[in-house]
Each structure stands twice: as C-alpha cells, then as structure tokens.
C-alpha cells in the first residue's frame, strides 16, 4: 500500500489554513493588503536577480561600476 500525501499543516503560530478565505473587515483588508506586498516583493527579487545573473553573463564583464569619468 502506498502512502498518502501529506497536506502540509499551517504554521504553528498561523490563526487558521492558508487556504481558507481571509476573515471581513480591515483584519482581512491588512491580510490581502500584506499579501499583495509579499507577492510585488518576491517579483522584484526574482526580476532583480534574473537581470544581475543575465548581466554577468554577458561579454565584457558587465557594466564598470564606480569608475570615473
């Protein structure tokens, strides 16, 4: 017999299941408001670590950084 997959539980410290809806009033407004800056947050990295690798990756080193002119 094969095992099931497990569900992963929610965190010790979490109210309730990620995945059920987020409670009314501003409780709820402050949680999808945080969540929408996590999510705008992990893009920005994930775009600003995708252009630094595809930067050094290029001929020539990249662009100098602090040289003067």
């Known amino acids: 017999m094969a095992p099931q ?3 992963s539980a929610p965190a ?3 109210p309730r ?5 987020p409670p009314d ?3 709820g407004d402050l949680e999808l408001e945080l969540l929408g800056l996590a999510n705008a947050l992990y893009n ?3 775009t ?3 252009d630094s690798t ?13 040289l003067r002119v």
Not at 54 to 66: A, C, N, S, T, Y
């Open 5 to 7: 997959p497990r569900q």
């Open 12 to 14: 010790p410290d979490s």
């Open 17 to 21: 299941s990620s995945q059920s809806p």
């Open 25 to 27: 009033g501003l409780q």
């Open 44 to 46: 920005l990295a994930t």
């Open 48 to 50: 600003v670590v995708f």
């Open 54 to 66: 595809k930067e050094r990756d290029k001929p020539g080193g990249g662009k100098p950084v602090g």
